[in-house]
């Protein structure tokens, strides 16, 4: 007996019960592409964790659309990949994983080109349900059109869904982004500055700005890409001209800005927080179909056309509701095609953000904006 | 040996009476681990025993004259840990802070670090094969003053909830940690075995396998949804007074 004996004896003790097993089949069920023939999309699928949105082409018949989907490895799908039906109104589709434990109901619709209102009035929410057990408000505007009655519903983005990560069972108006009923007409969309916490710290994210949006919030990139979360845009028709509506003010007490390098919040004394308000007309390419938190307002992005936005001074305080009408103001030698006008090839964004550097996390915690009864006038 | 005419006349006694004192130095190299592995646990990328050292003091009772038979029992002070990289696949997860909780299904790398500083009173039946080797089995109950279980999970992503929850990316240097030794159990017990090879008259050369039979983490603590279990391979040397 020697001890590279009791050695071998232990490794061959701990190796029998220690196997890596067999690798379990998928509990994932998710869509992770969707494809329609005929190159009929005018621009990639939007594809969230329970709904899907297919943005087609003009001319396209999309009472008989036969969407083809590629899943999680394993995962099927029903009614099968390939089914013809009828995408007048939304249809839904479940998704059940290879391990058969899970299932999912997504909503699949059809996206025309320009099917967003010019109006909004934030007095529509949905409440959704975290998994935590808390509940967040999600902003909607229903469009109806005039001649068919179809009904279009679409959804504001903001940046709630990763917020809920950390806010267990809390309800709507812990959240940065939430309605209130002390509108300037009704119901509005309220904007607050929120500390994330030990967890937003734990991942470099110790504010967030409360924001609301016309695009997509992608959850994916909440924590490892933060800036490219923030999806801007929406298909968009007409040329702009003006962007209109209400605003209240109220900047935190201490602003603190977030030095990356050496991962904490610096109070930056005698610092105001500032609000932003903006809308943004721009083109979209292949290469950059939508705008995101690193270029949505950079002036040396080529796919911008013109920006509608709060001027330095209207960024600052206003403790009591004020008007605002912004001009969109076109960038130097750009121009509307109108071929591509027609065929969805530009989009609209419409940005609010209770700190105008929310997305560098940095900002006065309690910083407060109201917004209402807003507007995109065309030409 | 000149030493055996040194030896104070205290511990002639206790030969007489069948008593034998000796004390220990050695080093644990093991771990604190599932048995067997989960599912969820599809490899294992490194793991470093650390440097856990123990030192410890037993009697002997001899039971026959012979000096076959007997009977160890002492104390032991020693540190149990590791560090560990595993890649894992939908691993349940729960993080609690400020009594906010975030649970899910972590697929990714997941890095843990165990270290436990522990008080532990082994008593082992001893056999005396010839003059050079005794072989020993017997238990152990510990208890650990000094506890922590951490890590973070990096490289992957988090479904918030279930499989079917928000996929959130980590990647780079997003990384999110966790702490869970505050739910480490303080006290714990085992079987543990082993043999002593006598070098020169008063020294041992030790080896022994200390297997522990409850679950590292207190039975209330579901987060890690699998027992682990301390195994530990104490190698070390012996002087005989």
């Excluded at chain 1, 924590?223 to 109220?250: E, N």
């Amino acid at each position: 007996m020697k001890i590279s004996h009791w050695i071998l004896a232990l490794s061959i003790m701990i190796s029998a019960v220690s196997c890596i097993q067999k690798e379990a089949p998928n509990a994932e069920c998710d869509i992770l592409t969707v494809t329609l023939p005929d190159d009929d999309l005018n621009r990639s699928p939007i594809i969230e964790n329970d709904r899907v949105t297919m943005i087609v082409k003009n001319h396209v018949n999309i009472s008989e659309l036969a969407p083809e989907f590629q899943l999680t490895p394993g995962a099927t799908i029903a009614p099968p990949s390939g089914t013809m039906r009828d995408f007048t109104y939304p249809q839904t589709y479940v998704v059940t994983s290879e391990d058969g434990e899970w299932n999912k109901t997504y909503t699949v619709s059809v996206q025309r080109n320009n099917i967003i209102n010019l109006k909004y009035s934030f007095e529509d929410v949905k409440t959704v349900q975290t998994l935590q057990g808390g509940s967040y408000d999600e902003f909607l505007s229903v469009t109806e059109d005039e001649q068919t009655h179809r009904r279009d519903t679409m959804f504001w983005a903001s940046g709630n869904p990763g917020f809920a990560l950390t806010n267990g069972k809390n309800g709507p108006s812990t959240y940065p982004t939430f309605q209130t009923s002390d509108g300037k007409v009704g119901n509005c969309v309220e904007l607050i500055t929120r500390s994330t916490g030990p967890w937003g710290l734990m991942v470099s994210k110790p504010i967030a700005a409360g924001n609301l949006f016309i695009g997509k919030f992608d959850m994916n990139n909440a924590v490892a890409k933060p800036l490219q979360a923030t999806r801007f845009g929406t298909p968009f028709t007409s040329v702009p001209r003006y962007f209109s509506g209400y605003y209240r003010y109220t900047p935190g007490e201490t602003y603190q800005n977030w030095n990356e390098s050496a991962k904490k919040l610096e109070t930056v004394p005698g610092k105001l927080d500032e609000c932003n308000i903006y809308s943004v007309f721009f083109e979209s390419t292949d290469d950059m179909e939508y705008l995101d938190g690193s270029n949505v307002l950079s002036p040396d992005n080529p796919n911008i056309i013109a920006v509608a936005r709060l001027s330095d001074s209207q960024r600052q305080a206003t403790p009591d509701w004020t008007h605002f009408q912004l001009p969109f103001v076109f960038r130097p030698g750009k121009e509307i095609d109108p071929d591509k006008l027609a065929n969805g090839h530009y989009s609209l964004t419409i940005v609010m953000s209770s700190s105008a550097d929310g997305d560098f996390f940095s900002g006065a915690v309690g910083s407060m904006l109201l917004v209402d009864e807003i507007e995109i006038t065309c030409q | 040996m000149a030493a055996q005419t040194d030896r104070p006349s205290s511990i002639d006694k206790s030969i007489a009476l069948g008593l034998e004192y000796e004390v220990n130095a050695g080093i644990n190299l093991g771990g604190a681990s599932p048995l067997p592995l989960p599912v969820e646990i599809r490899e294992i990328n490194s793991y470093m025993p650390l440097l856990n050292m123990q030192i410890g003091a037993n009697v002997i009772k001899w039971l026959d004259r012979e000096h076959k038979w007997g009977i160890k029992a002492g104390l032991r002070l020693e540190v149990k840990g590791m560090e560990t990289k595993a890649t894992v696949k939908n691993y349940g997860m729960e993080i609690i802070q400020n009594d906010k909780k975030l649970s899910g299904k972590w697929t990714g790398h997941v890095q843990t670090r165990y270290s436990s500083q522990q008080l532990a009173f082994p008593v082992v039946g001893l056999y005396r094969i010839n003059k050079r080797w005794d072989i020993n089995f017997g238990a152990y109950v510990a208890y650990a003053f000094k506890n922590s279980f951490d890590g973070y999970v990096y490289d992957g992503y988090l479904r918030e909830g279930n499989p079917t929850g928000n996929k959130v990316t980590f990647e780079d240097d997003a990384q999110a940690t966790y702490d869970f030794g505050d739910n480490l159990r303080r006290f714990q017990w085992g079987l543990q075995c082993g043999g002593a090879w006598k070098a020169l008259n008063r020294l041992s050369v030790n080896a022994n396998i200390t297997w522990g039979l409850n679950d590292i983490f207190e039975s209330s603590f579901k987060t890690v949804s699998f027992n682990m279990y301390p195994i530990y391979l104490n190698i070390g040397f012996g002087y005989i007074f």
